[in-house]
Structures are given as C-alpha cells and as structure tokens.
C-alpha cells in the first residue's frame, strides 16, 4: 500500500493542499481525518469545502454527526465521536455510496462501518503552523487521486 | 373520514389529503432529498389548499420502510409528532407496497424496489390486483432477488425509479419474463398510501410512542452476532 508524506510551515499551504485535493475529488469519494484535538482536521476540511465551491461556513459537526452542504459536488461532513461503542445501524449505506463526497472525522470509532476503499489522512502537528499530512490511499481510485495530486 | 398521507421513504416526496375515499390534495415530487426543508411546507400547503386545519383530520399514514434511513427519519417522526400532538392514530405501510400499489392492475406478480447500493436492493414481490404478499419486504442482493423470482410462471413487473439502473441484469436473469413499469408509475403517491392505510385497523393511540421505521436490514453488530452464533452451532 502507498504511503505520501507531505509537511506544510503554513496556514496557507494547508489551505492550498485541501484545495488542490478538493479540485481532484468525484462523487462517492470518501476520506477519513485522524489527528488529535488541534490538529487543524476541520481548518483541512473547512478549506477542502471552500475548494469545492461551498460559500457556507462549515463547522463541527459533533453534536449533531452530519452536516450536508451544495457545492460543486454535494458535501457530507461527519464527525463521529460521539458514536464510540454505538451499535446501532445507522444507514452508512446512502451516505458512502452516494454521489457526494464524505469527510470523516473520527473514522476509526466507526471503523466495521467504513468502505473497504476510502482516503484515510493522518494529520500531525510539528509546530505552531507546522503540519505533517500522511496520504494513505486504499484501492486503485485513490491511488491514481494521490498520484495525481503528489505529481 | 379524513387521512393525511405522509411519503418520504426514498429521494421522492409525497403528500396528500383525502376525506372519505376522494383525493382533495396531493403533492407527488421527486428533487433533491431535502424532505427535512420540504416535508413540513408541503404538509401546509395540502392544509391549506383543502381549507383544512391540522385539527380536522382523522388518521394519519405513513410509509414505514423500508428506504432511505434519513427519509424515512424525517417522514416517521414528523407523522409520530402530528399524531401525538393531535391525538390521532398513525397508521404505517410498507414504502414497497406503496410503490406497487401504482401498478396493482397488473396481471402477474408486482415487484418494486430500491436501490439499496453496492448491488443491493431493498425488494418485494406481491400479486397483482390483491397485492397479497409473495415475497416480503427484505433487504438482498439483486442476484438472491432474481434468483427467487426466477421460481414463478407469472409475468414480473418491476416498479420504481431505481429500476432502471438494474434493467440490464433483470432482463439477462428473466428474459420475456421481465416487464417495466412506465416512468409515471415509478414515483410513491401518498393518496396510494392512505389507500392501503384504510384497510388497516386504526392503532390505540398510545402506540404511537413506540412506532419505528422499519429498515429491513440488519445493524452491522446484529449481523455479526448471529454469524458467530451460526459458527457455534
């Protein structure tokens, strides 16, 4: 499995990742977020957002899972802490599979419910405004999406 | 008499009012799956269209599943809150039975369907006319679908507006046995709903609390539980 590693010294570089990321995204792409508190997970995806044409302002969606939002392609933002040890089935199914894009945040707590094939990005923080993103890309489209992206 | 029908089960919308078997109002509508912004503001226009007040109705039906999980969210608890806050009994009905009501005048077996994605589909297969039901609401591949259709001698007609995407498959599976209903068949009506709602006994209102929609499938925790139950037996 492919691994990319990119470090970004800037707020400016990170929004210009997320938005070269978001110009190469289809629909039914799905990418899971890791990183601890502060990482800057929803900083990525709030300028992800922004580089697929949403003018509204994206937030966390902790207390209420998802938010959808209209763009170029259809948004699904997910934050699923708060579903640590929840068993319940919650129609992942129209969600993974459907013709938006779905950002995870917390994608491991709902790891048995994932899709097989996804983005996952790691995102570490090295300093003040120092990041280091790891890309994993799992199954040929996002491998050919990282390629593209890392050129 | 008086019925509000609800129908929210997949991407169409619809809602209608109908007093002693007539149809005063219906909205039938297939955009965006927003029915959390759009279900609420059609329910008003009906009202207001038939100079109705909330007050003045008698029952209220609502497809139950199976469906889209947020739509059939956003039908179910709109229609538990209406019937509670109003003191009316709710009545539910299978969303697939809906969808084949449109075409029970068939001669043969009715069989609607959803796209339930990866190849999946929500399914049912009832007789035509009688809508008695042949195959029950499940949640299956369209292989295993096919499969237990290709055990009947009627013609199939299949309904709804995720058939198309399936067409192909369904023709290779059952050849001339297979029909397709026209695309002004494909969208739930909820007049057809309150129909098959009326047939039902009216339920005690204190059901109402514990009225659920019913997703035919099984959670992920569920399924494994009982494949390792299986492996131990």
Redesign the interface.
């Known amino acids: 499995m492919g691994m990319y590693e990119k470090e970004v010294h800037s707020l400016e570089e990170t929004n210009q990742l997320a938005i070269r990321l978001a110009q190469l995204l289809e629909p039914g792409d799905n990418i899971t977020f890791e990183g601890d508190l502060g990482a800057g997970k929803t900083t990525f995806i709030q300028s992800l957002a922004k580089g697929l044409g949403i003018s509204k302002t994206v937030n966390s969606p902790t207390f209420t899972i998802m938010k959808q939002y209209e763009g170029r392609l259809p948004l699904n933002h997910l934050d699923v802490y708060r579903l640590e040890n929840c068993?319940?089935?919650?129609?992942w199914?129209?969600i993974?599979?459907?013709d938006a894009v779905t950002v995870i945040e917390w994608a491991h707590l709902i790891e048995?419910?994932l899709p097989d094939e996804r983005l996952e990005i790691e995102i570490h923080r090295i300093g003040e405004n120092d990041r280091k993103f790891i890309f994993r890309p799992i199954g040929k489209r996002y491998e050919r999406l990282c390629e593209e992206l890392f050129q | 008499m008086i019925w509000l029908g609800i129908e929210t089960s997949n991407k169409p919308l619809s809602i209608a009012i109908v007093r002693d078997g007539q149809i005063l109002a219906e909205i039938v509508q297939n955009v965006n799956l927003t029915h959390s912004v759009t279900c609420m503001p059609a329910i008003e226009e009906v009202f207001r269209k038939t100079n109705l007040k909330p007050a003045d109705i008698d029952a209220i039906a609502v497809s139950d599943g199976p469906g889209s999980y947020t739509g059939l969210r956003i039908g179910v608890t709109i229609a538990k809150t209406l019937a509670w806050t109003l003191k009316k009994p709710l009545v539910g009905v299978s969303s697939l039975k809906v969808l084949a009501g449109n075409a029970n005048l068939f001669n043969g077996i009715v069989c609607p369907l959803f796209d339930a994605r990866r190849n999946n589909v929500y399914a049912a297969a009832y007789s035509g006319h009688e809508l008695k039901t042949l195959i029950p609401e499940h949640h299956s591949s369209l292989e295993e679908l096919l499969q237990q259709l290709k055990n009947y001698d009627e013609p199939i007609l299949f309904v709804g507006m995720d058939v198309e995407k399936f067409k192909e498959e369904i023709q290779q599976a059952l050849g001339e046995q297979a029909k397709f209903a026209p695309p002004s068949l494909h969208l739930p009506r909820a007049s057809k709903l309150i129909e098959l709602a009326e047939k039902e006994s009216l339920p005690a209102l204190e059901t109402i609390h514990f009225f659920v929609p019913k997703y035919h499938r099984l959670a992920e925790a569920e399924a494994k539980w009982l494949e390792e139950h299986q492996k131990e037996q």
């Open positions: 068993d319940e089935d919650l129609g199914e129209e993974f599979y459907g048995d419910s």
